[in-house]
Protein backbone atom coordinates (compact mmCIF):
# COMPACT_ATOMS: atom_id res chain seq x y z
CA UNK A 1 0.00 0.00 0.00
CA UNK A 2 1.40 3.40 -1.44
CA UNK A 3 -0.81 5.38 0.29
CA UNK A 4 -0.49 8.13 3.10
CA UNK A 5 -2.99 9.88 5.04
CA UNK A 6 -3.19 13.73 5.62
CA UNK A 7 -5.84 15.74 6.49
CA UNK A 8 -7.53 17.51 4.18
CA UNK A 9 -7.21 21.30 4.82
CA UNK A 10 -5.34 23.44 7.26
CA UNK A 11 -5.10 27.00 7.82
CA UNK A 12 -2.19 29.39 8.69
CA UNK A 13 -1.60 33.33 9.27
CA UNK A 14 0.96 34.75 7.16
CA UNK A 15 4.64 35.14 8.79
CA UNK A 16 3.32 32.26 11.24
CA UNK A 17 5.14 28.39 11.07
CA UNK A 18 3.12 25.36 9.50
CA UNK A 19 3.49 21.94 10.73
CA UNK A 20 1.59 19.63 8.00
CA UNK A 21 1.20 16.14 9.53
CA UNK A 22 1.09 13.01 7.79
CA UNK A 23 0.95 9.22 8.73
CA UNK A 24 2.84 6.38 6.67
CA UNK A 25 2.18 3.56 8.90
CA UNK A 26 3.16 1.13 6.14
CA UNK A 27 6.40 2.84 5.41
CA UNK A 28 9.49 -0.37 5.05
CA UNK A 29 13.23 0.63 5.24
CA UNK A 30 13.63 1.65 1.82
CA UNK A 31 10.42 3.79 1.23
CA UNK A 32 11.30 7.54 0.94
CA UNK A 33 9.24 10.38 2.08
CA UNK A 34 8.98 12.97 -0.46
CA UNK A 35 6.44 16.26 -0.16
CA UNK A 36 5.52 17.86 -3.11
CA UNK A 37 3.21 20.85 -3.73
CA UNK A 38 0.92 22.40 -6.18
CA UNK A 39 -0.06 25.93 -6.55
CA UNK A 40 -3.43 26.80 -8.62
CA UNK A 41 -3.27 25.96 -12.00
CA UNK A 42 0.12 24.82 -11.95
CA UNK A 43 2.79 21.82 -12.20
CA UNK A 44 3.30 20.09 -8.51
CA UNK A 45 6.90 21.73 -7.29
CA UNK A 46 9.30 19.60 -5.09
CA UNK A 47 9.72 20.81 -1.71
CA UNK A 48 11.47 18.23 0.07
CA UNK A 49 12.26 14.38 0.44
CA UNK A 50 13.88 11.92 3.48
CA UNK A 51 14.87 8.31 4.95
CA UNK A 52 15.00 9.12 8.04
CA UNK A 53 17.09 11.35 9.35
CA UNK A 54 15.22 14.95 10.26
CA UNK A 55 15.91 17.21 6.17
CA UNK A 56 16.52 21.09 5.82
CA UNK A 57 16.28 23.23 2.72
CA UNK A 58 16.06 26.63 1.63
CA UNK A 59 11.90 25.91 1.00
CA UNK A 60 11.09 23.74 4.33
CA UNK A 61 12.24 21.42 7.09
CA UNK A 62 11.37 17.36 7.36
CA UNK A 63 10.96 16.06 10.80
CA UNK A 64 10.63 12.00 10.57
CA UNK A 65 9.11 10.41 13.93
CA UNK A 66 11.84 7.60 15.19
CA UNK A 67 9.27 4.86 14.15
CA UNK A 68 8.73 6.36 10.54
CA UNK A 69 5.52 5.92 10.47
CA UNK A 70 4.87 9.92 10.50
CA UNK A 71 6.69 13.05 9.37
CA UNK A 72 6.12 16.56 9.40
CA UNK A 73 6.50 19.20 6.83
CA UNK A 74 7.53 22.66 8.70
CA UNK A 75 7.17 25.75 6.50
CA UNK A 76 9.15 28.42 8.84
CA UNK A 77 7.34 31.63 8.01
CA UNK A 78 3.95 31.12 5.54
CA UNK A 79 3.96 33.58 2.83
CA UNK A 80 0.78 33.96 0.33
CA UNK A 81 2.84 32.44 -2.07
CA UNK A 82 2.78 28.90 0.04
CA UNK A 83 -0.95 28.92 -0.09
CA UNK A 84 -1.27 25.66 -2.37
CA UNK A 85 -2.24 21.84 -1.79
CA UNK A 86 0.75 19.43 -0.36
CA UNK A 87 1.25 16.14 -1.03
CA UNK A 88 3.04 13.72 1.35
CA UNK A 89 3.99 10.78 -0.36
CA UNK A 90 5.60 7.36 0.09
CA UNK A 91 7.08 6.30 -2.99
CA UNK A 92 6.99 2.40 -4.09
CA UNK A 93 10.09 1.37 -2.50
CA UNK A 94 12.85 -0.88 -3.75
CA UNK A 95 15.86 0.10 -5.71
CA UNK A 96 13.92 0.93 -9.23
CA UNK A 97 12.70 4.25 -10.43
CA UNK A 98 10.80 5.88 -7.93
CA UNK A 99 6.81 5.54 -8.53
CA UNK A 100 5.88 8.17 -6.57
CA UNK A 101 1.81 7.95 -5.73
CA UNK A 102 -0.16 11.27 -5.00
CA UNK A 103 -3.31 11.37 -2.20
CA UNK A 104 -5.38 14.33 -2.14
CA UNK A 105 -3.29 16.21 -0.53
CA UNK A 106 -3.55 18.67 2.52
CA UNK A 107 -4.86 22.06 1.14
CA UNK A 108 -2.98 25.14 2.70
CA UNK A 109 -5.20 28.24 3.22
CA UNK A 110 -2.61 31.41 4.17
CA UNK A 111 -4.67 34.19 5.63
CA UNK A 112 -2.95 38.06 5.52
CA UNK B 1 16.92 26.03 -19.42
CA UNK B 2 13.02 26.02 -20.26
CA UNK B 3 13.02 23.09 -18.19
CA UNK B 4 9.60 20.82 -19.01
CA UNK B 5 7.86 22.17 -21.25
CA UNK B 6 4.20 20.65 -22.77
CA UNK B 7 2.46 21.23 -25.93
CA UNK B 8 -0.22 22.43 -26.32
CA UNK B 9 -1.50 23.86 -23.23
CA UNK B 10 -5.19 23.22 -24.16
CA UNK B 11 -7.30 20.63 -26.65
CA UNK B 12 -10.58 19.79 -27.17
CA UNK B 13 -11.06 16.12 -28.70
CA UNK B 14 -14.04 13.64 -30.06
CA UNK B 15 -14.36 10.76 -28.87
CA UNK B 16 -12.71 8.47 -30.93
CA UNK B 17 -9.93 11.26 -32.02
CA UNK B 18 -6.47 10.46 -31.95
CA UNK B 19 -3.31 12.93 -30.52
CA UNK B 20 -0.08 13.46 -29.26
CA UNK B 21 0.78 15.52 -26.29
CA UNK B 22 3.90 16.09 -26.63
CA UNK B 23 6.75 16.99 -23.18
CA UNK B 24 10.23 17.59 -24.01
CA UNK B 25 13.26 18.75 -21.33
CA UNK B 26 16.63 20.58 -21.62
CA UNK B 27 18.22 19.26 -18.36
CA UNK B 28 19.55 16.14 -19.59
CA UNK B 29 17.49 13.95 -17.23
CA UNK B 30 17.44 10.18 -17.72
CA UNK B 31 13.60 9.86 -15.86
CA UNK B 32 10.45 11.13 -17.79
CA UNK B 33 7.46 10.22 -16.70
CA UNK B 34 3.62 11.26 -17.87
CA UNK B 35 0.56 11.43 -14.95
CA UNK B 36 -3.17 12.23 -15.24
CA UNK B 37 -4.76 14.18 -12.60
CA UNK B 38 -8.82 14.31 -12.63
CA UNK B 39 -10.60 16.96 -10.80
CA UNK B 40 -10.05 17.44 -7.22
CA UNK B 41 -7.53 14.13 -6.99
CA UNK B 42 -3.75 13.88 -6.80
CA UNK B 43 -1.87 12.81 -9.83
CA UNK B 44 -1.68 9.37 -11.51
CA UNK B 45 0.88 7.56 -12.92
CA UNK B 46 0.80 6.69 -16.62
CA UNK B 47 3.79 5.52 -18.54
CA UNK B 48 7.41 6.66 -17.15
CA UNK B 49 10.73 6.09 -18.93
CA UNK B 50 14.22 5.09 -17.41
CA UNK B 51 16.41 6.54 -20.42
CA UNK B 52 15.88 6.84 -24.41
CA UNK B 53 14.50 3.19 -25.53
CA UNK B 54 13.12 2.36 -22.34
CA UNK B 55 9.47 2.56 -21.30
CA UNK B 56 7.03 1.06 -18.52
CA UNK B 57 3.65 1.16 -17.79
CA UNK B 58 2.57 3.02 -14.64
CA UNK B 59 -0.40 2.76 -12.53
CA UNK B 60 -3.19 3.65 -15.33
CA UNK B 61 -2.01 2.74 -18.40
CA UNK B 62 -4.86 1.64 -20.69
CA UNK B 63 -5.71 3.35 -23.88
CA UNK B 64 -1.99 5.46 -23.75
CA UNK B 65 1.22 4.74 -25.79
CA UNK B 66 4.57 6.24 -25.21
CA UNK B 67 8.12 6.08 -27.06
CA UNK B 68 11.36 7.57 -25.99
CA UNK B 69 13.51 7.98 -29.07
CA UNK B 70 15.65 10.84 -27.23
CA UNK B 71 16.72 12.20 -24.03
CA UNK B 72 14.77 14.87 -24.31
CA UNK B 73 11.31 14.37 -25.44
CA UNK B 74 8.62 11.62 -24.37
CA UNK B 75 5.49 11.88 -26.24
CA UNK B 76 2.23 10.91 -25.19
CA UNK B 77 -0.16 8.89 -27.49
CA UNK B 78 -3.66 8.74 -27.37
CA UNK B 79 -5.09 6.26 -29.36
CA UNK B 80 -8.44 6.61 -29.51
CA UNK B 81 -10.10 9.20 -27.06
CA UNK B 82 -12.87 8.56 -24.92
CA UNK B 83 -14.72 11.15 -21.89
CA UNK B 84 -13.01 9.18 -19.27
CA UNK B 85 -9.34 10.68 -20.36
CA UNK B 86 -10.85 14.37 -19.75
CA UNK B 87 -8.51 15.47 -17.25
CA UNK B 88 -4.83 17.27 -16.62
CA UNK B 89 -1.71 15.80 -17.93
CA UNK B 90 1.65 16.84 -16.55
CA UNK B 91 5.04 15.35 -17.71
CA UNK B 92 7.90 15.27 -15.11
CA UNK B 93 11.84 14.66 -15.60
CA UNK B 94 14.53 13.87 -13.36
CA UNK B 95 18.10 13.26 -12.83
CA UNK B 96 17.99 9.84 -12.59
CA UNK B 97 15.32 7.41 -10.25
CA UNK B 98 12.76 10.06 -8.93
CA UNK B 99 13.07 8.31 -5.61
CA UNK B 100 16.18 9.65 -4.94
CA UNK B 101 15.97 13.05 -7.03
CA UNK B 102 13.12 15.52 -7.11
CA UNK B 103 11.05 15.30 -10.54
CA UNK B 104 10.68 18.55 -12.20
CA UNK B 105 7.16 19.16 -13.73
CA UNK B 106 5.80 20.80 -16.93
CA UNK B 107 2.89 23.24 -16.69
CA UNK B 108 0.25 20.34 -18.07
CA UNK B 109 -1.73 20.08 -20.73
CA UNK B 110 -5.52 20.56 -19.88
CA UNK B 111 -7.58 18.08 -22.10
CA UNK B 112 -11.32 17.87 -23.08
CA UNK B 113 -12.93 14.78 -25.18
CA UNK B 114 -16.12 15.34 -25.89
Known amino acids: DAKTTQPNSMESNEEEPVHLPCNHS???????IHWYRQLPSQGPEYVIH???SNVNNRMASLAIAEDRKSSTLILHRATLRDAAVYYC?????????????FGQGTILTVHP | NAGVTQTPKFQVLKTGQSMTLQCAQD?????MSWYRQDPGMGLRLIHY???????DQGEVPNGYNVSRSTTEDFPLRLLSAAPSQTSVYFC?????????????FGPGTRLTVL
Open chain 1, 89 to 101: IKDAGGTSYGKLT
Open chain 2, 27 to 31: MNHEY
Open chain 1, 50 to 52: GLT
Open chain 2, 92 to 104: ASSRTSGKYNEQF
Open chain 1, 26 to 32: TISGTDY
Open chain 2, 49 to 55: SVGAGIT
